[in-house]
C-alpha cells in the first residue's frame, strides 16, 4: 500500500517519523510506505487540489490513496470548522474513493497538547495547559500560540521550534494518548490503518 499525504508546513514532517513507529506495531507485515507532500503553506485549493490528487494517482507505481491533511485555522478564512474543510476538500476533488480528506484542527499542535507534561519539561516551565479538549482550542488563540507562549516564558533557550521541537515533545509518547483526546487525529490514523487492513483504535 503506497499513500500520499498532502500537508502544510514543517511541524507535520517531523510527525511522520512518531506515526511510522506508531503504525509498525500495529501493521507488522502489512505496513505501508508512507511519503509526505509539503506545502509551503495551505494545501492547493479548489481545482489545484484536484488537479494534485489526480497527478499522484495516475503516476505509475504510485498512491494507492492520498489523504490531504490541512488546518482548520489557516491565518486565512478558508474554513469554518472541520466538517467544512472536509466537504470543501471533497468538493473540490469530485468523486474519487481513493482521496481521504482530513484536518488538524485548528492547527498540528493541537494533537500535542495531550502531552503538556512533556512539553512542560521541554519548555522548562510549569505553566498549565489550555483548559478544554486540545482540538477546541478556538482561532483567536490557537494551539500552537499556547506552545509558543510555554516557550518564551520557560527557562529553555531560544523559542519554540515546530520541528526541532514537536519531534521532543512526541519522543517515546504513545499516540494513543493523543487520539483519544484528539477525534479528528483519531480519524486520520484510522484512515491508515483501515487502509491496510489493521484493527483501529
Known sequence: MKIAI???GRTEKAFLPHLREFLKARLAGNMPRLTMFK?????P???RLR???ENLQ????????VIALTDVYTGQDDFQNAADAKAKMRLWVGQNERFHPHVAQHDFEAWLLPYWSEIQKVAGSNRTAPTGPPESVNH???PSDHIKEIFRVGT???DYSKV???GRILRDQDLTVAAKACPELKSFINTILQLCNGQQI
Open 45 to 47: 485549493r479548489e481545482s
Open 39 to 43: 506545502f509551503d503553506g495551505p494545501i
Open 156 to 158: 529553555c533557550r531560544g
Open 6 to 8: 498532502l500537508v502544510e
Open 140 to 142: 483567536n488563540h490557537p
Open 58 to 65: 495516475g503516476a505509475p507505481d504510485w498512491a494507492d490513496a
Open 164 to 166: 526541532r521541537d514537536a
Open 51 to 53: 488537479r494534485t490528487v
